[in-house]
């Protein structure tokens, strides 16, 4: 303002100047004193020149505030704030005080009752700024503002029983603070406050006994100060909300940058996990899978050759048997070091799930990667594995295929590989097949029906057996309605053969929507004899494989059989696995399609072991994630798999999905599921697999 910048000053200063010019005002129109209206004058003159921060009334403040340790013009909240909102105006208060001022002087000699009124408001007005913390600019405004809005009708479309919507404001629909009526409407009350006054004033006009001038100015003067409360009150809440709105904004911003990094971190590791095996920090297969297809494409066009490695650990379940998955992880990171450091830079290695790993010898003969991979095998045979005092040696089979321009595609060169690999094994593990064109040892491995033949026999024998195992709730364990059906082989030494003995060779050769139909009738049959001996209605999950979910025949066979045993749809939950869901995604979400109508539920299994499943999740109408058990076990001591655990969980309830953890082997890992609000838990801390039968015997 005229050419130079007004600094706010400190609102203890602005208080106490308030206070001595209501004073010398007040003072003033009480000895109609004229001399006072001058020092007033003079004093806002000095104040908008030197600022307020220079002035003298500034002076004495310093000098009381020295000697006096409790001085009695304290700074309350209320006032903080409301000179807060109004400190940018105090310049243009000054002026008004030296203009109304000047007016009240110039009206002395002609009609001095002019003078002491306006003195008697600049008082007041001066005595209300200094006790209830607001400004004649913040009045004036709210003033105008309410001359604009006569009618105190409130838009329908916001909120009426917010504070904000007292003074003009359109607040959210949310904002749930006070009711409001018309008599608390700010425009309302001012409007009756301003008629009341001016009704008095213009009271002078027509009486002049002294008695009711006094009593006339007293009421004024009442009116004046519960109308500067009035105002005060919904300056100072209009004061605090505008606080609070900048605290949250704040917080709000801090946290909006925080999330912003966590997604971002997040994402990252999704990313790299995509690509990366979380246990060996190899490739892992979908990558492979990926670079692989470039090789072939790269072979075929530039006749360039190749060679493709399948390599599988042969000690690797007897270490994870005996000393757990701790150790068995700590093996698969041993060995990938070993890979990594016999292969070259251009070569790819990876690791393709279990114990089975891969390497592209890229521009490499059949010779010379056989020379590499001899070597690569004489050096895990000479690895010894130690935990916790047991020592095991770790042997390897390996399966050889050239990749030429003359190469087939990415499913039969995989096939082959894996066949050569399970030649070598056959041959005697520890050595290296080489799969030829003409290979008369792949061509009988692949005619094998080894294990067909004893899963034939087993069917007929009855020979296989059910296992159920807890899924129990994270909040409740001790909770035991829900379990899931394994399948086991009883041999007729009474040895039982676990699962992976046998369901690879189903899967390879076939034999799944046989398994599966025996495990679902058998089930059925369980529910039936638990439902009517221990009349009790428990829940299971069955896993059902990709064949199955393609075969017609089964699904015809499933529905009779939930007619036949009277089962209800609500208790069964079939598992598919992430794997068969995305590989068969057309007949998955047909089964899952026609048996979740009926009432049936859904989870999918292994959830995580890929993470390319995520595009397709979101169209995947289903119950349950089972997050995989390699992320879990060790969640409680590995933060990147307790972060994938959070993140596959807060998309599973994002999408309304309720999770499932495997693999919970302690106490601790239970513990940490708790935190991350996981649903379910499945693991041998819960639960060991036991024989249906103990449900009903």
């Not at 060995?335 to 390497?359: M, P, Q, T």
Request: aromatic share 12%; glycine share 6%; proline share 3%.
């Amino acid at each position: 303002m005229l050419g130079f910048t007004y600094h706010a000053p400190d609102p203890g200063v602005v208080k106490f100047n308030r206070l001595i010019l209501g004073i010398v005002m007040i003072l003033g129109v009480f000895f109609q004193s004229i001399e006072l209206f001058y020092v007033y004058f003079a004093i806002n003159l000095l104040t908008l020149v030197t600022t307020l921060q220079f002035s003298p009334t500034s002076w004495l403040f310093n000098v009381l505030s020295y000697f006096l340790k409790d001085p009695k013009w304290y700074i309350s909240p209320a006032y903080e704030r409301s000179y807060f909102m109004n400190q940018e105006s105090e310049w243009f208060e000054l002026f008004a005080r030296l203009l109304v001022s000047l007016i009240a002087i110039s009206f002395y000699q002609e009609t001095p009752l002019v003078t002491w009124l306006i003195g008697t408001f600049m008082g007041v007005f001066m005595m209300i700024s200094t006790f209830f913390g607001f400004c004649l600019s913040a009045l004036g405004y709210i003033g105008f503002k309410s001359f604009h809005k006569t009618s105190c009708d409130i838009d329908r479309a916001t909120n009426t029983k917010c504070i904000l919507s007292r003074n003009g404001f359109k607040p959210y629909t949310r904002c749930d603070y006070c009711t409001l009526t018309t008599p608390d409407c700010a425009g309302i009350q001012f409007n009756g406050f301003v008629f009341a006054i001016g009704f008095l004033v213009a009271l002078f006009m027509f009486f002049h006994d002294p008695l009711f001038e006094k009593i006339n100015i007293v009421v004024i003067v009442g009116l004046l100060f519960w109308l500067g409360h009035k105002v005060t009150i919904n300056t100072d809440q209009l004061a605090s909300a505008d606080f609070k709105n900048r605290e949250l904004n704040e917080k709000l911003h801090n946290y909006s940058q925080s999330l912003e990094a966590e997604v971002l971190r997040r994402t990252q590791e999704l990313e790299k996990m995509v690509k990366i095996d979380s246990i060996t920090g190899l490739v892992n297969r979908y990558e492979f899978e990926q670079r692989l297809k470039a090789v072939i494409s790269s072979a075929q066009k530039d006749e360039s050759d190749h060679v493709l490695c399948y390599i599988d650990l042969d000690q690797f379940k007897i270490v994870n048997d005996k000393c757990g998955h701790i150790a068995g992880d700590e093996l698969l990171r041993q060995i990938a070091l070993v890979l990594k450091r016999s292969a070259r830079d251009s070569d790819v290695v990876a690791r393709l799930g279990g114990d089975e790993f891969g390497i592209i010898y890229i521009d490499s003969s059949i010779e010379d990667a056989q020379q590499q991979a001899q070597r690569l095998l004489n050096v895990i045979g000479e690895y010894r594995f130690s935990w916790q005092g047991n020592t095991f040696g770790i042997g390897a089979s390996i399966g050889m295929v050239g990749i030429t321009h003359e190469c087939c595609t990415l499913t039969n060169l995989l096939s082959q590989a894996d066949a050569a690999c399970y030649a070598a094994k056959d041959g005697g593990r520890n050595r290296i097949h080489v799969a030829l064109p003409d290979d008369l040892t792949i061509q009988d491995r692949r005619n094998q029906m080894q294990w067909i033949g004893r899963l034939e026999e087993a069917l007929v024998n009855n020979s296989f057996i059910l296992y159920v195992q807890p899924i129990v709730p994270v909040l409740d364990p001790l909770q035991r309605r829900h379990y899931e059906v394994l399948i086991r082989l009883r041999e007729e030494n009474g040895e039982i053969i676990p699962p992976m003995a046998f369901i690879p060779a189903a899967e390879r050769y076939g034999f799944m929507p046989k398994l599966d139909r025996w495990v679902i009738e058998n089930t059925f049959r369980s529910f039936a004899k638990i439902r009517d001996e221990v009349f009790e209605e428990l829940h299971f999950s069955i896993n059902v494989s990709g064949a199955s979910m393609g075969d017609e025949n089964t699904k015809q066979f499933v529905r009779r059989l939930f007619g036949y045993y009277g089962v209800p749809y609500h208790v069964i939950t079939f598992e598919i696995t992430e794997t068969e869901a995305i590989g068969n995604m057309a007949n998955a979400l047909s089964f899952i399609n026609e048996f979740r109508a009926l009432g049936c539920k859904f989870a999918l299994d292994d959830f995580g072991c890929g993470l390319s499943s995520f595009s397709y999740l979101q169209n995947m109408p289903i119950d349950y994630l089972k997050i995989d058990g390699s992320f879990v076990h060790d969640v409680h001591l590995n933060s990147i798999n307790r972060a994938m655990v959070a993140a596959i969980n807060d998309i599973g309830h994002v999408m309304g999905i309720e999770t499932i953890c495997e693999f919970v082997e302690n106490m601790a890992v239970m513990h940490v599921l708790s935190e991350l609000e996981v649903d379910y838990a499945q693991g041998y801390h819960i639960g060991k697999p036991s024989p249906i039968e103990t449900l009903y015997s």
